[in-house]
């Protein structure tokens, strides 16, 4: 079937052309695993969407997500922009949230989407598996060297380097201020090595944070880097934040109650991003968290194959 229609969206920012960019392949019913690849690699984004009926008729879309190479059971950008698209396609309401279920690999997933008229829409999802730690030893002295740092750099306070997942696992790494983060220059081979792995045998990616941020409404400055084939540095990463949320709670201790952490991303990159996330702590513990963030779409037309 030719002319399935797809659109380009820029998430986790309110601007175009900086956050995170997202293909959106829609009407993708009959498209088999292998077209959805071929596609993917043709965008060549860190992530396409492929929208496909819902299996269950109360819910809005099945949706599969795709980076160039491989299949994901999850990602924060693709919900985002997916759920902003969709919502669009119904038409906003300026009053109220439209409300959305995707079905995900990983499972049903509940959306929230809001404008206020003029500009792009906010999305904000449910975790649909809070983050967990995960064993590992961690060498701190080889993440600092995969990293370009000295050993002195690595961790803050009482944040150390950690293996978390929220459906993706990352290694969450504290460094020790904007000047580190900035400095990071990362070798994908190193860290490859020495890194633990996913249960497909690939390399959890790294997501280095600090407490210092550009912007001054912002918690935390984060980078990640995904460490190939092929090496390279994501502009805005949902799933890493989700991820992050467990190593929050674990070294902030929060009292009980929902918090709020506006997390910036993608600045060394010139893709300036932002992601909002919030945590409903109870008893010292995660009892559900959201990832939100807006959409601004860029581009759209139809794939002539």
Not at 16 to 44: H, K, T, Y
Not at 183 to 199: H, L, N, T, V
Not at 228 to 254: C, K, L
Request: net charge negative; charged share 20%; glycine share 10%.
């Amino acid at each position: 079937m030719s002319g399935r229609r797809y659109a380009i969206y820029d998430v986790f920012t309110d601007k175009a052309l900086a956050g995170n960019p997202l293909a959106i392949v829609f009407d993708c019913d009959g498209l088999d695993q292998a077209g959805m690849q071929a596609i993917a690699r043709e965008f060549n984004f860190s992530e396409t969407v492929f929208v496909e009926p819902a299996r269950n008729p109360a819910h809005n879309a099945a949706i599969r997500i795709f980076t160039p190479h491989y299949e994901m059971p999850f990602a924060g950008h693709p919900t985002v922009g997916t759920a902003v698209a969709l919502a669009n396609d119904i038409g906003l309401s300026h009053d109220t949230a439209t409300l959305l279920v995707l079905e995900e690999k990983i499972g049903d997933v509940r959306c929230a989407v809001t404008s206020d008229g003029a500009g792009p829409g906010f999305a904000e999802f449910d975790l649909p598996q809070l983050s967990e730690p995960l064993d590992a030893e961690l060498d701190e002295a080889a993440i600092a060297a995969a990293l370009g740092l000295g050993p002195h750099q690595i961790g803050f306070e009482n944040h150390r380097p950690s293996l978390w997942s929220a459906g993706v696992p990352f290694v969450a790494v504290p460094v020790a201020g904007l000047d580190v983060a900035a400095a990071i220059r990362f070798d994908g081979p190193a860290w490859a090595e020495m890194a633990p792995k996913r249960d497909n045998g690939a390399v959890a990616c790294a997501y280095l944070y600090c407490r210092d941020t550009i912007g001054h409404d912002n918690a935390f400055h984060a980078r990640m880097f995904v460490p190939g084939p092929p090496v390279y540095e994501d502009p805005a990463t949902g799933s890493a934040a989700a991820a992050f949320s467990g190593a929050i709670v674990a070294f902030d201790q929060p009292q009980d109650g929902v918090h709020t952490h506006w997390i910036e991303q993608g600045i060394e990159m010139g893709r300036a991003s932002r992601i909002r996330l919030e945590i409903d702590v109870a008893n010292g513990k995660t009892r559900s968290a959201r990832i939100g963030g807006h959409a601004v779409r860029v581009a759209e037309g139809t794939l002539a194959v």
